[in-house]
């Protein structure tokens, strides 16, 4: 596929964007988050990117972060980018969480993905695969039966079953790495499940009912545990 030119982004940063009040970091983070949402436009149309921005006493971190946050949004910016929208962020005294969803142009449907972005901030900043914020491999079986359930629920209306999610969860190919996290719950976001027409889906799980999948040592049990 042929992509989007490197300036695209830069180009976004540049012009005038609408910022949001930043949100309200805790004292000991040091790190605020300005959501800022900016319109591109191209020949093909108006594109849409809302995307967060990180300030704070730390500026080598902050710095570090909406770099490693840029070059994300410049390795999906494909030619046929039609939206790109970030999760809510979620920042820690170690850690942060985001992530975004794109979508391209389809046939029948756009094609939407999801791009976790998932990063431990100590002793220096390194991107969290899950199986790093669950502490140990992940036990596939027990964790598609967890986050089938509420897929079933939320998909009642086609001809979907429970079990038919799970099968879809436990194929060899499908990843469980598009993960936000926050001090209550994990949430697991899945392009494409079961057709291109249910698009990108997230489901939220809250900790305890995780227990057991987590190592103590891990960061999801530092969370699940106050």
């Known amino acids: ?6 300036s695209f982004v830069l180009a976004l ?3 005038g964007v609408l910022c949001h009040p930043a949100s309200a970091a805790p004292a000991d983070t040091q790190i605020a988050v300005k959501n800022v949402t900016a319109n591109f436009r191209r020949d ?17 971190v902050c710095k570090k972060l909406n770099t490693l946050v840029q070059r994300a949004m410049n390795e999906n910016a494909y030619h046929d980018l039609v939206e790109m929208t970030f999760s809510k962020t979620f920042v820690d005294t170690d850690s942060v969480s985001t992530g975004f969803t794109f979508f391209r142009r389809g046939g029948a449907h756009r094609n939407g993905f999801y791009v976790p972005l998932n990063y431990k901030l100590k002793p220096q900043i390194k991107k969290m695969s899950v199986e790093e914020f669950f502490g140990r491999k992940i036990d596939k079986e027990k964790l598609s039966a967890i986050v089938a359930k509420p897929m079933a629920r939320a998909m009642s209306d086609t001809s979907m079953k429970e079990s038919d999610f799970y099968n879809d969860l436990t194929a060899e190919n499908r990843p469980f790495d598009g993960f936000l996290f926050d001090k209550d719950k ?3 976001t899945f392009s494409n499940l079961g057709c291109n027409a249910f698009g990108v889906q997230s489901f939220e799980i809250p900790y305890k009912d995780l227990r057991g999948l987590f190592a103590a040592s891990s960061p999801a049990y530092k969370y699940a545990a106050r």
């Open 1 to 6: 596929m042929i992509k989007m030119r490197s």
């Open 13 to 15: 940063l540049a012009a």
């Open 44 to 60: 093909e149309g108006k594109v849409l990117v809302k995307y967060p921005q990180f300030s704070g006493k730390n500026t080598a």
């Open 186 to 188: 994990v949430t697991f």
